[in-house]
């Protein structure tokens, strides 16, 4: 509690007040969270992505940039086995996250999918109140006491800086928030379940810039406390937040990785010429 | 006169030509049936085959013949459903053997269920002619319908949210229970209702199943007769029963009728609640 007080006292005129998230240190020591080695996938017998291989380091935003079609959202479903839902979706390759193996069959992966949230494009707001929207999933996990789910909701609520916009209005459907809102409902049903990383396809991309600019703060402030893997085409963003950055490029009709750095590193002196045509928007 | 004269002009007769069809059979029926009912016409026996009194008995076996329809075909229905919609890959041998039996038999002549349901439950099952094989009879009849439409319904329901609960780490059943029957919910009651007007206004599945006789009925075992075999036997086989006919049917058609605006308003109601 006594953070929350401080932080509304050090922004006492800001239009959105962000709750106890506090950025963590910058990730100066990479420790891989997620090891992706050798990682293709097909679509029946189309190929989307091929012999992707690249580390997700614990506390950093990977921001992974390039054309669409690219095969980026099929990445990211991989890593929460989101791709099982997919008929005809065949993935190779080996996928460790903390030294597990991600794609053992007897894997839970009710479980996975609560350590590894994802944020979608498109905000999904649940058709129930703001509350529960944010309860449903705490409850399947078996949490169950009003006292718990209370303070858990409002917790999430303040991280995403969304409590006091809703907290007089908890009770009124989700699908009444405006979009930026919305975006902000679902990562904070993605939170209470206290993931450990969190899986954001273009999250800014439907919503207007001022919502997007105040995403884009909120997953700046995600940083350290969550791993971030971040989706966007929009390159000043991916180079503003990342630490980390992936480029995807198409060949032979199939996603590749091209390559992957330090964000500053790929934006600022790329290897492959092809980063350095996209970067600069000669390409793409 | 130009094309677009003459394509509407005929597009308003086919209109009104459908129309009249549906008001002349109105009429028709107002005018034969309508002095006929009153307050008694409701709650007095049948006298004299049908030719005087009222329609109290034939009215309780209708509704218990749909009750035992509604309560045996709604759970089997939307549980099939169900696993056809979520649980069954698309395009897989199981479900494409599923559907097809299902259209198939949704093609079948309701007379073939009749003699289906007379052979399997009056005389295998030893049912007899009775409201329960009646019931169970217009159950397999209605199936097919109130299965694909509820089918339908769910598959309406936005992708979007089976994919954001299992990225929640939700079950497949949870989505089901809190987020996808819900949304589907407009289309079930619109299904059930399709199926309660099928079955309410069948006639020859019930002929042979639930039988003729026009007592108040004692239990489930007993037949019963039902709103459109009254109508039936009236107008072909009673001599002078064409007025309580025609009553009979104007009662058929106001409970068609009610059923209708209750299911429609509700289904209606629910979407305004859920958006």
């Given at each position: 509690?006594?953070?929350?007080?401080?932080?509304?006292?050090?922004?006492?005129?800001?239009?959105?007040?962000?709750?106890?998230?506090?950025?963590?240190?910058?990730?100066?020591?990479?420790?891989?969270?997620?090891?992706?080695?050798?990682?293709?996938?097909?679509?029946?017998?189309?190929?989307?992505?091929?012999?992707?291989?690249?580390?997700?380091?614990?506390?950093?935003i990977t921001a992974l940039i390039g054309?669409?079609?690219?095969?980026k959202?099929?990445?990211?479903?991989?890593?929460?086995?989101?791709?099982?839902?997919?008929?005809?979706?065949?993935?190779?390759?080996?996928?460790?996250?903390?030294?597990?193996?991600?794609?053992?069959?007897?894997?839970?992966?009710?479980?996975?999918?609560?350590?590894?949230?994802?944020?979608?494009?498109?905000?999904?707001?649940?058709?129930?109140?703001?509350?529960?929207?944010?309860?449903?999933?705490?409850?399947?996990?078996?949490?169950?006491?009003?006292?718990?789910?209370?303070?858990?909701?409002?917790?999430?609520?303040?991280?995403?800086?969304?409590?006091?916009?809703?907290?007089?209005?908890?009770?009124?459907?989700?699908?009444?928030?405006?979009?930026?809102?919305?975006?902000?409902?679902?990562?904070?049903?993605?939170?209470?379940?206290?993931?450990?990383?969190?899986?954001m396809?273009e999250p800014c991309s439907?919503?207007?810039?001022?919502?997007?600019?105040?995403?884009e703060?909120?997953i700046q402030?995600?940083?350290?406390?969550?791993?971030v893997v971040i989706v966007t085409h929009n390159l000043a963003q991916a180079r503003r937040i990342a630490n980390y950055a992936g480029f995807f490029?198409?060949?032979?009709?199939?996603?590749?990785?091209?390559?992957?750095?330090q964000s500053k590193?790929i934006f600022e002196?790329?290897?492959?010429?092809?980063t350095?045509?996209y970067v600069?928007?000669?390409?793409g | 006169?130009?094309?677009?004269?003459?394509?509407?002009?005929?597009?308003?007769?086919?209109?009104?030509?459908?129309?009249?069809?549906?008001?002349?059979?109105?009429?028709?029926?107002?005018?034969?049936?309508?002095?006929?009912?009153?307050?008694?016409?409701?709650?007095?026996?049948?006298?004299?085959?049908?030719?005087?009194?009222?329609?109290?008995?034939?009215?309780?076996?209708?509704?218990?013949?749909?009750?035992?329809?509604?309560?045996?075909?709604?759970?089997?229905?939307?549980?099939?459903?169900?696993?056809?919609?979520?649980?069954?890959?698309?395009?897989?041998?199981?479900?494409?053997?599923?559907?097809?039996?299902?259209?198939?038999?949704?093609?079948?002549?309701?007379?073939?269920?009749?003699?289906?349901?007379?052979?399997?439950?009056?005389?295998?099952?030893?049912?007899?002619?009775?409201?329960?094989?009646?019931?169970?009879?217009?159950?397999?009849?209605?199936?097919?319908?109130?299965?694909?439409?509820?089918?339908?319904?769910?598959?309406?329901?936005?992708?979007?949210?089976?994919?954001?609960?299992?990225?929640?780490?939700?079950?497949?059943?949870?989505?089901?229970?809190?987020?996808?029957?819900?949304?589907?919910?407009?289309?079930?009651?619109?299904?059930?209702?399709?199926?309660?007007?099928?079955?309410?206004?069948?006639?020859?599945?019930?002929?042979?199943?639930?039988?003729?006789?026009?007592?108040?009925?004692?239990?489930?075992?007993?037949?019963?007769?039902?709103?459109?075999?009254?109508?039936?036997?009236?107008?072909?086989?009673?001599?002078?029963?064409?007025?309580?006919?025609?009553?009979?049917?104007?009662?058929?058609?106001?409970?068609?009728?009610?059923?209708?605006?209750?299911?429609?308003?509700?289904?209606?109601?629910?979407?305004?609640?859920?958006?």
């Open positions: 509690m006594s953070l929350m007080t401080n932080t509304k006292k050090d922004n006492p005129g800001a239009a959105y007040t962000l709750g106890p998230l506090q950025a963590g240190p910058p990730c100066c020591v990479p420790e891989p969270l997620i090891q992706v080695d050798n990682l293709s996938l097909h679509y029946g017998a189309k190929p989307a992505l091929a012999k992707v291989s690249l580390d997700i380091y614990k506390g950093c054309p669409s079609g690219c095969g959202t099929s990445f990211l479903s991989v890593l929460n086995r989101l791709t099982d839902m997919i008929p005809d979706c065949r993935v190779s390759g080996h996928v460790y996250f903390d030294n597990k193996d991600l794609r053992h069959p007897t894997l839970d992966v009710q479980a996975l999918r609560r350590d590894i949230g994802m944020i979608f494009q498109k905000p999904v707001p649940f058709p129930l109140s703001i509350r529960r929207n944010i309860e449903l999933p705490l409850r399947e996990h078996g949490m169950n006491k009003a006292a718990d789910l209370n303070a858990r909701v409002q917790q999430v609520l303040q991280d995403v800086g969304l409590w006091e916009e809703v907290k007089d209005r908890l009770e009124a459907p989700a699908q009444a928030l405006s979009g930026g809102q919305q975006q902000r409902l679902c990562i904070a049903r993605a939170l209470a379940l206290r993931p450990q990383v969190l899986l396809d439907a919503l207007d810039p001022i919502a997007s600019g105040v995403v703060d909120l402030r995600l940083r350290g406390q969550y791993t490029w198409v060949k032979e009709r199939a996603g590749c990785l091209i390559e992957f750095g590193q002196a790329p290897v492959h010429e092809l350095a045509a600069q928007g000669k390409r | 006169m130009s094309k677009n004269t003459l394509a509407t002009g005929l597009v308003c007769l086919a209109a009104v030509l459908v129309t009249s069809v549906f008001v002349w059979l109105l009429t028709d029926l107002v005018m034969h049936g309508l002095p006929r009912l009153s307050g008694p016409f409701f709650v007095e026996a049948s006298q004299n085959a049908g030719r005087s009194g009222g329609i109290a008995p034939i009215i309780v076996s209708t509704a218990l013949i749909l009750l035992v329809a509604i309560v045996t075909s709604a759970p089997l229905g939307l549980a099939t459903a169900v696993l056809l919609s979520e649980f069954t890959r698309p395009g897989s041998l199981f479900g494409r053997l599923v559907r097809r039996s299902l259209d198939v038999l949704a093609g079948v002549p309701s007379i073939v269920f009749g003699l289906f349901g007379n052979a399997f439950f009056c005389l295998y099952l030893g049912l007899g002619f009775s409201i329960l094989s009646g019931g169970l009879t217009l159950a397999c009849m209605v199936l097919p319908l109130l299965i694909r439409t509820a089918e339908q319904g769910l598959q309406a329901a936005p992708n979007d949210y089976r994919l954001a609960a299992a990225a929640l780490g939700m079950s497949r059943s949870a989505a089901l229970t809190h987020l996808l029957l819900p949304a589907a919910m407009p289309a079930l009651v619109a299904a059930l209702l399709l199926a309660i007007g099928r079955a309410g206004a069948e006639t020859a599945a019930l002929v042979f199943t639930s039988g003729y006789v026009d007592r108040m009925p004692d239990s489930l075992l007993d037949s019963g007769r039902a709103l459109s075999v009254h109508i039936y036997d009236l107008s072909m086989n009673v001599a002078g029963g064409d007025a309580n006919a025609s009553a009979s049917a104007l009662v058929l058609i106001g409970l068609l009728l009610i059923i209708n605006t209750i299911a429609m308003s509700l289904a209606k109601q629910w979407r305004i609640v859920t958006l």
